[in-house]
Each structure stands twice: as C-alpha cells, then as structure tokens.
C-alpha cells in the first residue's frame, strides 16, 4: 500500500531550529513518511528529534523535562534546564517552527528564560534545614542562572487564522510547577512517542504490549518477532509486568534474556502500532541491534507504519543501518520512492547544514561505497 | 577480473603519492576538486599532478559515464563540496566529438544545480569548452583526448607515445585485430593495451602506465590538458 498524505494524521514536512542545544540554526525539508537522519557524534541528531517531540505538543512544558529524562539527566534539575538554550545563552530565546500536516498546519514555539534568583539558593536561604534541595545546590556547583522557561506558540492554520497561547514551567523548592496554555487550555490533537536509548529499558513495554493483547494483534507482533528468532512459539504480561517468551520449554522466558535486539525489536514495533496516525521518534535506532538484524528490523518497521499510518524519525551513526535501509527500500523501489530520506547532519563551524539523500542517492552511494554519515 | 588485478589496483591506491584518501574517506580536503570517470583516470592524473608539482588539486572518480543520477549522490556524499572553490571535469567524447559530450554535461549538470543538492551550493556551467565560468565554485570541463575530437583516455596516451619504438609492433597487431570478425568494440584500449605490453614492466592500463612512467608527460599533446589544469 503506497502511504498517502492524508491530513487527518500528523506528519511533519519540515522544521526549523534556533538556538536549542547543541544547534545554533537548522533547517530540514521535504520530510517522508520514514526519516533516517545520521552524522558524526556531535552533529546534533537527538537535538533534532528532541525539537521534533517538544512540536508535537508545544504548549506542553513537561515536554522539555523529558527531554533530559530520554538523555539520562535528572529532569528537575534546573541546571539541566539550562542545557536546553545554545551556548547558554539565555538572552536568544529557543525558537522551535515546524511545518505540519492537518489544521493547524504552522506552529512556532519560542522558549524564553525566566530569571530570578536562583531556585537552588532562594531555597537554602528560605528553608536551611530542606535537606533535598541544600544537597542538590552542594552537589550541583553552580548557581543556576534560569529557574524556569516560558513557552509562547503560535498555529497557523490553512486559513491563515492564528491562534497563540502561553505556558510555563518552573522549578521551585516545592516540586515542579507547570502552568498549562492560557487564557484557555490547548487541546492538542497530534500523537507521537520518543524512544531512546537510555530508557529503552525502562518503558512500558508491558502497557505497550497489553494494547497490542486487547486489540487481537499478537499475531503480528509475533510474525515480527520471529524474523529474528523463529523458536518464539507464544508472548504475554507476567504479573511483575515483564514480558515473557514461550521457547517450547517448559517455562516461559523473559523476552529480556533473548538479547537487547529483541528487546529493542519489540518495544519499535509496539510503539509503532499504539502511535496510529502519529509520529514515532526511536534515538540511536541501531542500538542494541546486530547489523544481521537490522533488515528485519526495517522491515518490521515500514510494514508497521505503513499499516498504521505513522511517520517515523529515527537517527544512527551506522554505515550498516543505512545501507540496510537503502537495500530494502531497492527491494521495494515501486512502493517506497517517495516515502523514505535519510538526512546528513554536517556542522561546519557554528552552522549546520542538512544533506537530504533520496533513494537513488542511497542505492548509488551504497554501489560506489561513498560513506553517507 | 582476476584476483591478481584486484591486489595490483589496491597497490596502487597505497602508493599514490598525492590526493591520498584523507581519514574520511568521502571528506573532501583541497579547494579545488577535478572529477573524472574512472580509476585509470584517476591514477593519470595523480601522476600527472606530481609531475606539474601541483599539489592543491584533489581528484576524485565517479565510477562511470558522469550523469545527473551519479553526480548528485556524489556532490551529497563528499564532505566539504560547497567549499569547493573551482570544480573540473575530465570526460571521454567517446564516439561524439568534444562539443557532444560538452553540451551533454552541461545539462546533467544544470539538472543536478536545479535539485539543489546542497544547501548554498550554485552550479554553473561555462559558456564554451575552453571557458570557465565565474561563479564559486568555477566549474570548467575538459573532453578527453584533446578538447576537441571524439575518442577517450587511451587516445591522448596513444597521442603520447606517437614514435615510440614500441608503436611499431602495435601497429600491424591493431591491423590484424581490426580485421576479425567480431574485434574489441574499443580500438583504442586495445592499441594502448597492446603498447603496454611492449613495455618490460606490464602495469595495468594507461593508469598504470602512468605509475609505471609509460606516458610522456613531456609530450606537446598533453599542452591543452596543462592548460586547463593549471586555469583550474
């Protein structure tokens, strides 16, 4: 089935990014439905993904805690907060635009600072004997500058009609406070998910899996399994919530115990399939996946989102994982021509370019063995 | 091709003294870029480079007859392309003459700068073969064997070694080739072929001979390729 655009599921087109991260500015065109984007270590590729997470609800502020949560950091830490503005350089807000399909098809958030003094000493000062915090500002070293951001977005919709909204989110001693858009609440309509590597295994692959169970579509994640390990006879939720393998043995098995790719496998697939007419977002893609593996797993993931309707971005620095890619995508040229990019992050200096390969890009490059990363 | 061939090509990528591959196999590293069709291509001029004591010209193959469908993934795939300052290009007229193959490259190029493969990067194409034009990158093209008549490669060799005391076993073998009834398609390669096996170190092709100091880098028939190099 040739994926077609249709404007009731979310797709991006394209984004653009200012000051966020590593990234002092970037645009990227002309998205399809399956999104490779590679570069060297340092070319901010998860910064990317992460842009595209935070646009797919702009108004929400947790968003961006996540963001430091999928990296491994501690998300209410406002010196992590920091980590969000380029260079540190509070002054230039963050701005954030992207292209989309559906109503409100322009949507610009700009992510602004917001000062005073800081969280970690107003604390110690207000309340000396508040031992989480004291530790936090001791352990931290630096005074963090920012204690909060400000979100202001803004859609556009096809009329040109524009609507724009406010929220906050502070980090203050008492918890974490989030002020949600204003004067009245967002609903946001676009779905999608973010995988990464630091959580993959801690997601709710069993919640994922038990939505798949209830919807009768075991078969399909079975079939999907099995293309890496055909002995796979049965799966199901233990009640300690792991997923467990029927071998043939007398006992199930962990799925864990199978290795990181089917691991890894199952929770793409699963977040595939719960994400329908919405963008799935998989960090460092070739992780935990042997290069033996890596043409069941794209296959497993186009036939997926094909079926599901999901658009899907994902990074990798292997030269194995494209030219995986570009083979399946030859071996189906008549259906996926214009479905599939695989993006090159370059940065030179202080400015980042994206190369945008096509199919025949990527079949002659793999032939005359140019390096794509 | 032979295993043996497989092992004499790899020598010779090793000891190519200049435009070695730097780290990154597809960064470009110099300014100023001549690409050409094939390996043999490539190994004569890296010879003929060091011979001009040229040492700011790096020179990439493209693996084959350049087109829009090869040139795009290559300008996407080399690093550093929009840094380029004078791009080259040194093609076969093959069976057309030099303005054919000219023109025919002229469009693959322009349909390559209207894909806009990279961001920043404008292509153009010079007026006439013997220009280049003024944009940066300035873009000049050279048609094999002499900017002018069809032919290829092994034609400007075989132009090289006019007169030399090999030639004249060439020529009555080349007759007598010429004469059966299903001969090589590329007399040429055969003529250069054969010349080449006159030689007491037998490399492989006019690459090769190159390498092997075969061709007459002196010769006056190389004038106009001089040229354009040196305008690049």
Redesign the interface.
């Known amino acids: 089935m040739r994926f077609q655009i249709n404007y009731n599921i979310d797709m991006f087109f394209s984004v653009k990014i200012k000051g966020f991260r590593g990234i002092s500015g970037l645009e990227i065109r002309d998205f399809k439905q399956f999104n490779l984007i590679v570069g060297r270590n340092g070319s901010c590729k998860t910064s990317i993904l992460e842009s595209l997470y935070i646009l797919i609800n702009p108004t929400a502020p947790d968003l961006l805690l996540k963001t430091n949560l999928f990296r491994g950091l501690d998300a209410i830490n406002e010196n992590n907060l920091e980590l969000l503005f380029h260079n540190f350089d509070y002054e230039a807000s963050i701005l954030l635009e992207a292209n989309m399909s559906g109503n409100d098809n322009y949507r610009v958030l700009r992510i602004k600072p917001r000062y005073g003094i800081g969280a970690s000493i107003k604390s110690q000062i207000d309340s000396p004997n508040n031992e989480s915090w004291d530790e936090r500002f001791f352990q931290s070293g630096t005074i963090p500058a920012i204690n909060g951001v400000t979100l202001e977005s803004t859609f556009t919709d096809n009329e040109g009609k524009k609507r724009q909204y406010k929220s906050e989110l502070l980090l203050e001693k008492e918890g974490t406070v989030f002020r949600k858009p204003s004067p009245k609440a967002y609903v946001e309509k676009s779905i999608g998910i973010y995988l990464s590597p630091e959580i993959f295994a801690r997601v709710q692959t069993a919640t994922q899996l038990n939505k798949v169970l209830i919807s009768k579509r075991k078969d399909h994640i079975l079939k999907v399994l099995r293309q890496l390990d055909p002995v796979i006879e049965d799966i199901s939720i233990g009640l300690d919530s792991t997923v467990y393998c029927d071998l043939g043995f007398p006992k199930m098995v962990p799925i864990n115990v199978l290795g990181s790719g089917m691991y890894k496998m199952l929770s793409v697939v699963l977040a595939i399939e719960n994400t329908q007419g919405g963008i799935v977002l998989i960090d460092e893609i070739e992780n935990g996946m042997s290069p033996t593996s890596l043409d069941a797993m794209w296959k497993a993931i186009i036939a997926s989102a094909k079926e599901f309707e999901v658009q899907v971005f994902a990074t990798s620095h292997s030269l194995e994982c494209i030219r995986s890619l570009g083979t399946i995508a030859g071996e189906r040229l008549e259906h996926l021509e214009d479905d599939i990019r695989v993006y090159?992050i370059?940065k030179?200096k202080e400015s980042f370019?994206?190369?945008?390969?096509n199919i025949?890009?990527?079949k002659?490059?793999i032939?005359?063995d140019?390096?794509?990363r | 091709m032979s295993e043996e061939d497989n092992k004499e090509i790899s020598l010779e990528c090793e000891i190519v003294p200049i435009n070695s591959y730097p780290k990154y196999k597809n960064e470009l590293q110099k300014k100023k870029l001549i690409i050409v069709e094939g390996k043999d291509d490539l190994y004569f001029l890296n010879y003929y480079l060091k011979h001009l004591d040229i040492m700011d010209i790096e020179v990439r193959p493209i693996g084959g007859k350049i087109c829009s469908g090869n040139l795009e993934p290559f300008i996407k795939s080399h690093r550093n392309f929009n840094s380029l300052k004078a791009i080259g290009f040194i093609v076969d007229a093959d069976d057309h003459n030099a303005a054919h193959e000219f023109k025919r490259l002229t469009v693959e190029i322009i349909t390559v700068n209207n894909n806009s493969p990279i961001p920043g990067l404008e292509l153009k194409c010079p007026d006439s073969i013997d220009e280049f034009s003024v944009n940066s990158p300035r873009i000049g093209i050279y048609v094999l064997p002499n900017n002018f008549d069809s032919g290829r490669l092994e034609d400007l060799f075989l132009n090289c070694v006019r007169g030399k005391p090999g030639m004249a076993c060439v020529l009555p073998f080349s007759t007598c080739v010429s004469e059966l009834d299903d001969p090589p398609r590329n007399l040429s390669k055969m003529k250069a072929l054969a010349f080449i096996a006159t030689q007491k170190e037998l490399p492989r092709g006019v690459g090769g001979a190159a390498q092997h100091g075969i061709w007459d880098f002196g010769s006056s028939e190389l004038d106009k390729l001089k040229t354009f190099i040196l305008s690049l």
């Open positions: 090159r370059e030179q370019n994206a190369i945008g390969f025949n890009d990527i002659v490059a032939e005359k140019w390096d794509l």
